[in-house]
């Protein structure tokens, strides 16, 4: 934006004086004189012009029809096609510049217009208030991947739960559990090393091989959850096989008005308490500095499942983050920091002493009396998992006009993890996982090639090093059964194009990266040897697709791309037990790098009162790696474990996704969404391990017109899990079963600037005894019972 203030009649006269002698010198000065004084005599000097352009603070494209008001002129006017406004013919003075739009948060600028200035207008995307509290997942109309997102209320519903949970609003994710506590999402079947999540443009590295280790993020950060299914491998980088989930913050405040929020919230099932706060603003005198704080606690005690509680079942957690940035129109920096740090009790009666035991617990249908005591208990005891997560984030930008826009994003984590066994008589086993890794982007977002083809190239590295014993990585101080220390290097560089004509959009992407594992063992006894191995692993990833538009209810969009994810350190050398699962695992030398080819096409169709998706996909993936029960158990001098082999083949993934609603009536809803997956061994038919049952969720919402309030009850049916190998398990599947669930919120305000939500769920309603097969403990104990959970979110 613009503004200046010069008399035309002052500076005409200018134009016909030169300066080459005393005299013309002197005649100017006197000139200059003449002319001040007559401008200081006029009644009306409104020569004053201001011009400038709204543009999207996100992706920098200039916004049309955002209504423009000038307080203190009493003018106004909607931006042009390019974005511009201008107002003419204004006197010397202090103004208010207002832009306001459906979807935009409006924005206040006050400048003196005697003073020289120029700045961009940048509107951010704000949050309506909805009534709807059901995700129905729309996708994103920049690319033919499909994806679909829990924000808003919807995501507000969640709060208090973990990243897993907070995903399964989400048609197509579910979350692979181990016990209450413990859940990570679960893409199409997909999960851990299959799955990546960026957490505020991050790279999340943790122990995310293991099926017990959840993410070590705080869903009270995100703003926003999305979840891109399918192979993403182009834009992410390997390992997204089964897709990626986006942890969003909201952005920072671009004002210096100071901000917040407080969550309260509590659960009745395991008497379960939060406490979550943000505060965010930024500084007066310095435009374009923001800033925000961001703190949990939470504590849990034993989990109750329909009619007993699991012993040694509790949780707690203490996080926070800050955030700042120094933002201009054409160049920034901002910096994240987070730390998370939870303590999680796992089951007592997971880990059992010797081998009739462990049988005689797996043909139980309710685990022994001293593993359910009889009131609710909040010690943590072993075994247990004592972990923390630390991020350092710097992301910069830069327009440069003559290319586009530059990011450059840097990133730095450090994951600790100590997984402590039940002590058996006067020992105490313990394993413990130092993670360090360094991530580098460098993106360059191009101007438009022909004035229609958009996208970006870049280039990314990380480098990591895992200390499993011992200080240093290289010299490892005893051997170790599960994970080596190694040190990882990768590259990788990527294009992806977007070309729009018509009813089309296209996409293109490319992509290739190079990975070197190095990995420091110990011998076996009495050598002392150091066993160093090399592994080197390269390959590309490629996505094709497009999005046609039928009308503006009707669109289809078809995706095909490939991805690939050598085999984790895990999945090489583990041979041990893993304690966090309860388990004794194997691995494979001989595994062989995984590579997919995945197709996926969707339809959405929407109008005022009907809204349907169906996503159908397909993923064939060559040497699929999966952890397979191998009917057997292992007694070890840690007590007795089933064992888990790491195996591969060619496998296939192909199912169905659906969600729709209907409005019945300007206050009533009905929502669906149904789930259907089929995975097996590709030539044999053979069906895999491990894999999510199908599902059908029906909804039923009451929105009172008057008040922004709603009421529903919904039911989640879920089928027995049928399609298994035989004799491949240490136990049958579980029935299926039907969960009952209640919800409702209010929202009221508090003056203008203050207000309070008050939400109040109810899940599994009737305390229905059940097992979930994709939970690790279903072996040992029933699922969760009834949980009445209250939250509270006062916004000032």
Known sequence: MQHYCISEDFMLPL????????????????????????????????????????????????????????????????????????????????????????????????????????????????????????V???????????????????????????????????????????????????????????????????RQEGQQWGAEHAPEIDPFVAKKLTVVKGAAGVRYGSDAIGGVILVEPAKLPDSSRMTGEANLVGFSNGGQGILSGILQGGIQPLSGFSWRVQGTIKKGGNIRAADYYLLNTGIEEQNFSLNAAYQKANAGVDVFFSQFNTTIGIFTGSHIGNVENLQEALSLSRPLAIYTPSSLSYTIDKPNQDLQHNLLKVKAFWNWNKLGKWHLTLGRQYNFRAEYDVQRGTKAYVQSFRLETYTGELLLEHRPLFQKITGSVGLTGMIQSNLSTGTDVRLPFSRTILIPNYESNTVGMFIIEKYAVGKFDFDAGLRADTRLLTTYRKADAPSEEILVRQHHNENFAGSLGGVYTFSDAFSARLNISTAWRPPSVNEWYSQGVHHGAASYEQGDLNLQPERALNTSLTFTYTTERLALELGIYHNRIANYIYLRPADSLVYTIRGAFPLFQYKQLDAIFQGIDFSGSYRLSKQLTFSSKLALLRAFQQGTQQFLYGIPSDRLENTLQWNFSKKEAYFSIGNQLVAQQTRVEPNADFAPAPAGYSLWNLQAGIRLPLGKTQSLKAGLSVTNLLNVSYREYMNRFRYFTDDMGRNIALRLTYEF
């Open 136 to 202: 129905v997942g729309k996708q994103q109309t920049i690319t033919s991947q499909s994806s679909s997102n829990v924000s808003g209320n919807a995501l507000e519903q969640t709060r208090g739960n973990s990243l897993g949970e907070s995903l399964k609003a989400i048609t197509g994710v579910t979350t692979l559990q181990t016990g209450s506590s413990i859940s990570k999402p679960v893409i199409h079947g997909m999960h851990s090393n299959r799955v990546l999540i960026m957490n505020n443009g991050i």
């Open 15 to 134: 134009q016909f004086i030169t300066t080459d002698t005393p005299l013309k010198s002197f005649s100017i000065f006197l000139l200059f004189i003449l002319l001040t004084n007559s401008s200081l005599g006029q009644t009306n000097p409104c020569d004053c012009h201001i011009k400038g352009t709204i543009r999207d603070k996100e992706t920098g494209k200039a916004l049309v029809g955002i209504n423009v008001q000038l307080k203190g002129a009493n003018k106004g006017m909607v931006s042009t096609s390019k974005g511009e406004f201008s107002f003419k013919g204004l006197c010397p003075g202090r103004y208010i510049l207002i832009t306001s739009a459906v979807g935009y948060q409006a924005s206040e600028q006050t400048f003196d217009l005697a003073k020289e200035h120029e700045s961009n207008v940048l509107l951010e995307e704000a949050d309506e208030h909805l009534q709807e509290v059901l």
